[in-house]
DNA sequence: CGTCGATCAACTGACTCTTGTTCACAGTCT
DNA sequence: AGACTGTGAACAAGAGTCAGTTGATCGACG
């Protein structure tokens, strides 16, 4: 399926109006790009998250001759798919029928379509979302949710757990969001964070290596 | 950045209409989601392709108690970003200031909606405008600069011809439904065969044990 | 119709993937 | 608008999977 037949998929949920369609994907797209390119992780849930990782300069091979080049430092875009689209993707999940078919208000142009999707009719439509029934999902060993908060008390984990001070990167302030209340340098959406808890057993310096000479490990 | 922010951020191209841009939002992912699902690719050009991938069965570990477990084969969605979403991640391309400003028209339906808008609007436009750049990037071909790690092989160059270009794709029968209308046949997207290449030069008793023939169940 | 984006090849290293736990965020109710 | 609750998400660690790269070609997109 391309951008035309997309759009055109599209349009069946803008009440067969392509232009609002087109104008509908690329405003996702172009928004989801551009916080991406910002360097922000987009979130969203059920369906994924897109961020910008940053790849470490390394050794590459030309396919074709073979020879090895370093590529240097670049950002590339990274998504992740969420627990929901890959339950659905698996089979696990169905989705509904229809999830909200009719649009709110996003009448075209029409005034009058406006004038028909009065404040009441939203009421009907608007609130079943994926609501169904205990989804059984799991497709083979995932138990869904059970909490059983019952076992979990005797002897967790020996290892320490995490230690709320975390690595304090040295990336970059992270810009305040909108909201301002959250708690700061609590993202640190660096990948693996370098130092990370220095455990004793191995520290294999990993991305330290591999800049350097790939070729020649000796 | 989450999903509310996001779409606060959409709510931008719709005249500050939330309920639009959310709705503009759940669309396209909800199309996506339910294309990815049936197995069709939906590949949007400058952005990226989401597909269905198949999983074939394997042994995984459990990371707690290491136990070697036999997970059964699944299917995951697999997003490929496009060219110019890498190129504006990177950084070597930048994005024109706005789009399209203008929606086709979305009816906002109240008053009062439409003076919240306003406010809304007016903050928002001051920082976003603020961007405001020349654009007008000209198109920068392919190579944006960044793209020349290294320099064509001072004196690597492979002699005469370099490799022996291409071979008979003597690829497997392309055993594949093809839902698309349109799918050429010749195009055969099949996914790489399950039994991978078996070339003569790998000893088979390497690839044994790996993951067909996990040697035995605990 | 013109231009550019996507694909494919082989090899390798970077990254994903598994289960279980905890936290914070997201969604919904009031 | 505020608060509660459900749940998505990150982490751990080892092993295996797969994505990345250059260049040419086909087909998509405008």
């Given at each position: 399926?391309?951008?035309?037949?997309?759009?055109?998929?599209?349009?069946?949920?803008?009440?067969?109006?392509?232009?609002?369609?087109?104008?509908?994907?690329?405003?996702?797209?172009?928004t989801i790009t551009r916080e991406v390119a910002k360097g922000e992780k987009v979130a969203i849930t059920g369906f994924g998250s897109f961020e910008k990782r940053v790849r470490e300069a390394?050794?590459?091979?030309?396919?074709?001759?073979?020879?090895?080049?370093?590529?240097?430092?670049?950002?590339?875009?990274?998504?992740?798919?969420?627990?929901?689209?890959?339950?659905?993707?698996?089979?696990?999940?169905?989705?509904?029928?229809?999830?909200?078919?009719?649009?709110?208000?996003?009448?075209?142009?029409?005034?009058?379509?406006?004038?028909?999707?009065?404040?009441?009719?939203?009421?009907?439509?608007?609130?079943?979302?994926?609501?169904?029934?205990?989804?059984?999902?799991?497709?083979?060993?995932?138990?869904?949710?059970?909490?059983?908060?019952?076992?979990?008390?005797?002897?967790?984990?020996?290892?320490?757990?995490?230690?709320?001070?975390?690595?304090?990167?040295?990336?970059k302030a992270p810009a305040k969001k909108a909201p301002a209340k959250k708690a700061p340098a609590k993202k640190a959406p660096a990948k693996k964070a370098p130092a990370k808890k220095a455990?004793?057993?191995?520290?294999?310096?990993?991305?330290?290596?591999?800049?350097?000479?790939?070729?020649?490990?000796?």
């Amino acid at each position: 399926m391309n951008k035309s037949q997309l759009i055109d998929a599209l349009a069946t949920r803008f009440e067969g109006n392509k232009k609002a369609a087109a104008h509908a994907l690329e405003s996702v797209l172009d928004t989801i790009t551009r916080e991406v390119a910002k360097g922000e992780k987009v979130a969203i849930t059920g369906f994924g998250s897109f961020e910008k990782r940053v790849r470490e300069a390394r050794w590459v091979r030309n396919p074709a001759t073979g020879a090895r080049m370093k590529s240097k430092k670049t950002n590339v875009p990274k998504f992740s798919a969420g627990a929901e689209l890959k339950a659905i993707v698996s089979g696990a999940k169905k989705l509904p029928a229809r999830a909200a078919a009719r649009p709110v208000a996003v009448a075209t142009r029409t005034a009058a379509a406006a004038k028909k999707t009065a404040t009441k009719s939203a009421s009907a439509a608007k609130k079943t979302v994926t609501k169904a029934a205990p989804a059984k999902k799991a497709p083979a060993k995932k138990a869904p949710a059970k909490k059983a908060p019952a076992k979990k008390a005797p002897a967790k984990k020996a290892p320490a757990k995490k230690a709320p001070a975390k690595k304090a990167p040295a990336k970059k302030a992270p810009a305040k969001k909108a909201p301002a209340k959250k708690a700061p340098a609590k993202k640190a959406p660096a990948k693996k964070a370098p130092a990370k808890k220095a455990p004793a057993k191995k520290a294999p310096a990993k991305k330290a290596p591999a800049k350097n000479a790939p070729a020649k490990k000796a």
